[in-house]
């Protein structure tokens, strides 16, 4: 059989030192599903527990050092942004990718950049380019756009006349950006909107980044996709196109379920991963992505599941490092299928957990994260402070 | 080619005179999916509101005499119960079948009857045996269960024991039936719960109703189906298994969108009705199915939808009413396979629209139910009404 | 409710006249699926057989002058095209596309364009570019090109690699096209390779199409999709983007099944029509778009199934020419979403087979295609003729 | 975190020697797709070559002591049974179970138990309990069962009188059974059948198994499932509904793809196995399953690809033996969500190589089955012994 690997230690603790991974504000909130929200006592509600919480995962982990922030969520009055963040206190994390919102407000029901009504599109666009301009407030590369634009029956909606709205008003956003900004699209293939979504795959995202700009680029999901997609593959085009920008990690089973990263396939995140490291092998330089947590996770304790997500992650790329590239690609090369495929498997199924333990002494981290974590107080702490806190019907909260 | 079927003129009548739909109260308020609400001006609130609306599309439409209610959401407080009943203005409409909530209160994040917690479980089979207890009140034959429970990463739940949880609450239900009632039990294979949905199937769910008893019976929810499953087909075997209760119908493309009936796929609708109607005229009597609506749609106009989904619900019923019965057997038998598809296909594609117009007009019914209703006035009545209040955030509503 | 659209007679007319669809010569041979093949005792074996059964088909439809050939399967030995095209007795059909089979030899174990092995590449492309000399002998504007190359497990293939000789393979068999000649490029989710198929998606060909010249463009064949996936969407892009050239027409219920068009869900195949006559009135100019059948109708008689695929098409088509565009686009843009949906579902439902009659009455055709067909005793005829071949073991073919 | 779990190394070894799995005789000869067949130069073509070839695999891996035997295509004359039963030469490997085919036969055009002709539903159950007789020359346990019955198109098949056929057929094949025999019923949701298959999930498969009578199963065939179904659910429910009977083991990610066990999700079989030990442990005894494999790898070399499925199959069995139950439950009831999860993880992660060396060195097993059997110049010899053979046309073989 394929020998194992002769773990390349150096290439790995390089792979780890450089392994980041962003986590996102509206990871610590509550979140739901359409038929409701289960609270979790410890869930954050403003932007500044959200940071405190992320600081937490990083004081633990070592590896999540930005916060992704949601404009309408976390920046409701942009108006008063910069006191907003002169009132921060940042807890050695940093503000990372902007993500606008553009389909919660009213107005969107029938689309934001691509609604028929020209005074919507020019809401949607002002609302993109303010929070640009917030990004450069906050020095963040990334704007990161998801768009929730479709349509639920056929008939609906114009797709081609959409799309060219979707052109016109990307090219604008792009126009706004510093040169060192990177604008990000996002792409999925359903939900909210049922029977079609103006960016729905990797290819529409693609052509409109193109269009858009020199500076944009294509976002990946890894739930956004549709069952049986080889995600992999995606990545790879992407790669070889010079059009990948980011990710947004989680896992799903069925549609977006937004579960914690390598809940239900471990084997294709490593997988996605070996893709990248591949690639920088072979080309000598790090491919610059972000990598980005968005999960929803509904049931599990926020901080909790972060850590645990953020501690798979790691898991996940160190595995990835450990490949035998020279073998993988003679064996690719010889047709010899069982040998190629067990080169990957090896690295896989090798346990890394010792070789991270490792690694996290030789950083003066916590050789178990969650357990440190858990043994801080830190969630008993912030429980106590957040149950001052009444929640209405339906969620909403108010403060006592 | 296939002769197009003679039209059965008499059983076309017969079949229109004996359908009857059931319209879901909620499905005149607002609804969204997880990512927020878009209003309808018009949407009901009250259960008062709901049912005129209900009224409103049965005037126009003739066969939706009832209307199903959900129990937290339309009588939130089980004690006051008879005095709710006695202050409800019933316009040609009346109490349907009975849906108890054992998914929304933060008791119930691990589950509702497959709670590992039993002062859960005794909690969720109270407001089951209260909502048979109400259904006695309204005279409603029909409870429908639906159960959220199931869990969202694996390892998490036993399912085994879940099973055995749900036998012995279902069982408990069950005994609190009057002779008459039945108990319809939902499957759904995810959402909320993305890893494992304890009622996940048909399968399970005429396993389960056969455990609870002689009076339990699967109800088939449209949408809740895995892509590419032949929703006829288990129509089919739960007819010929004597199990099949009734219908949630709505349409999907990818989830559980509650989509508008037919919206989608109108071919299969048709097929499901055949197989029902087939059903019915080889046994000589009529199946008893309680067809019900169960749609969400988030961005159409409520009472409008509702009307549009009687229709067609309507014209697919009368389409399936025209096949030709004794030549579709003899193709069948014979492997013919092109006369026995275009025999089903002849029918599908029979313009139904002048026989109904027909139909209606013998029953003094308008022609056009949409055009009659928009006629009428009472769409820019309720918006006037219902403008009065005003909505929190995050969608609550509170009344000036 | 939306006004029943008034009939453009006119624009139905020329639709019609407008309307040509190609036939597979493959679709009047014996197919099977991986579990073997039944026997159709009409089945075509030669070239010769198969352009007079798609003459017959011609001969009652009156729209399908052309015939797909498989260069292979069709053309064994390209040695001596020239003495079998001389040879061949062409009953009012012309050869349509040529397309290439680099799937078939055992040499393509690996792939044919993105095979490792350099000896292997360069056979494919002999035989992709004596493929378009063929289609310059024969006269036929387009070359299809699908590609089997992909590969069954993780690790095995080197996706930029693989995607990079392709790109170079097609460029070069770009180079040999006359001008007038058009290079449809197809893609494959899976199937027959399980874990990735190397031009898996509309977005993969797009790019290939794009790097291989200005004469490439785009073939969708309609089974070749994602569950759930929105083909018309891909349409209206492909459209925009200038890069659809062609379709292979098919229905599908779970994987690549290639069912008779329109069998599972005509009003998909509806819409797609309706997607390029829509962009046909507003652009003013016919889109230069490849109608072609692909179909493998295992069990249904393949005269017959071709006479029915050709009638639905024609009739899905009719339909689509009956949408009130005037009407949809207003109420697309007024947020009317039942009133743009009932546009297009009245357009759908509107029986069209009485105009289908006139229309092939003022053509001189028979009514009813396969009634004339049938009555015609061809079927008969060529059963009593080709029986007397004798079928090996596993399916193979001798003559006595 | 959780503790990684003690290695519980007794009730390993006591699994690992209890673990036996069932190689598939077909699997060792050429297979491929509907596209055709690449050929292996070392594939077995006899049933001789085929035994040799699984006693090669048994050999090595010491835990696939029987292979199951395809009626058809290794008992091609039923008649003469006893004869090439004594002429066979076993070396360390017996018959196991026993696979009917229904369905190659081309009377099978429209279904064997399910046809609408009542004398090929006699000639399909004339096969059946002959090989339920040849079961008992062979002293086989298992008879197991799948069908392909189905249909194409809409309306070709009458659902519930094809499942009346069944019932009867079934019934009467069981009757055949001696006391210890079982009949096992496999399910499949499509294919070859494409709209319709008779028995498409194991809903349908119990409700017959129950309907033929007490010695009939369920057979689970990984592949065979909808995309997004939660497989380790059904094995659950059939276990406690004692009707599970076996597996035929493969992966998949699209359609029924045959791939080999665990290549393209590891973490599911991982799941399959951990179910059946938790009932296991539960019960404090065996269930009674027969594990068996069942797949088509089309590229990799036959011998190979079983030995890497059956240490694929082993190292996940191992690791299901490694979860720690009490933890799990306890967290389970607990809603200790993450902690639950991880003592699932735990053991799917932690590496069972060097645990698996040390029993197989106990048995006096190689180290690494794979290493070893290509060390052993089997598979040259064969290559070479087998290449007398010449291919004709379409992969039929002849001897020279």
Chains 1, 2, 3, 4 share one sequence.
Request: with cysteine; hydrophobic share 40%; aromatic share 12%.
């Amino acid at each position: 059989m394929v020998t194992a690997p002769k773990v390349p230690e150096e290439r790995l603790e390089r792979n780890l030192n450089f392994f980041e991974i962003e986590l996102p504000s509206w990871g610590f909130a509550d979140t739901g599903t359409r038929f409701g929200k289960y609270r979790d006592p410890s869930a954050a509600i403003t932007l500044q527990e959200k940071l405190d919480d992320a600081a937490q995962v990083n004081l633990y982990t070592g590896c999540c050092p930005s916060v992704a922030v949601h404009v309408l969520w976390d920046f409701p009055n942009l108006a008063s942004v910069n006191d907003t963040l002169k009132s921060l206190k940042l807890s050695g994390v940093r503000i990372g990718s902007i993500n606008p919102n553009v389909f919660q407000d009213q107005c969107y029901k029938f689309g934001s950049l691509a609604n028929p009504d020209p005074s919507i599109r020019a809401r949607a666009l002002k609302h993109l380019t303010d929070s640009v301009n917030l990004a450069k407030l906050t020095n963040s590369r990334y704007i990161s756009l998801w768009f929730a634009d479709g349509s639920n029956y056929p008939g609906t909606a114009h797709f081609r006349q959409r799309r060219a709205w979707f052109v016109a008003g990307l090219q604008q956003v792009h126009e706004c950006l510093d040169p060192e900004q990177r604008l990000l699209i996002e792409y999925k293939p359903f939900e909210p909107a049922f029977y079609h979504t103006d960016i729905a795959d990797w290819g529409m995202a693609l052509l409109l980044a193109r269009d858009a700009g020199p500076q944009a680029r294509v976002l990946i999901d890894t739930g956004h996709h549709y069952a049986g997609q080889n995600i992999e593959q995606v990545v790879a085009w992407l790669l070889s196109e010079k059009m990948l920008g980011g990710f947004h990690f989680n896992d799903r089973r069925y549609a977006d379920d937004d579960l914690t990263l390598g809940s239900i396939d471990p084997y294709q995140a490593f997988r996605i991963f070996h893709e990248i490291l591949l690639f920088e092998w072979e080309t000598g330089s790090k491919a610059e992505i972000a990598f980005m947590v968005d999960q929803s996770h509904n049931l599990k304790i926020k901080t909790e599941a972060m850590i645990q997500t953020v501690v798979t992650a790691q898991e996940l790329y160190a595995k990835a490092s450990l490949v035998n590239y020279e073998a993988l690609l003679e064996y690719q090369r010889g047709g010899r299928l069982i040998d190629a495929e067990e080169t990957l498997r090896q690295a896989f199924f090798t346990d890394v957990r010792p070789l991270l333990e490792e690694w996290r002494t030789s950083r003066g981290l916590p050789k178990d994260p969650l357990k440190a974590f858990r043994e801080s107080g830190y969630l008993e702490k912030v429980i106590k402070e957040r149950a001052g806190r009444h929640f209405g019907k339906d969620g909403e909260e108010t403060y006592a």
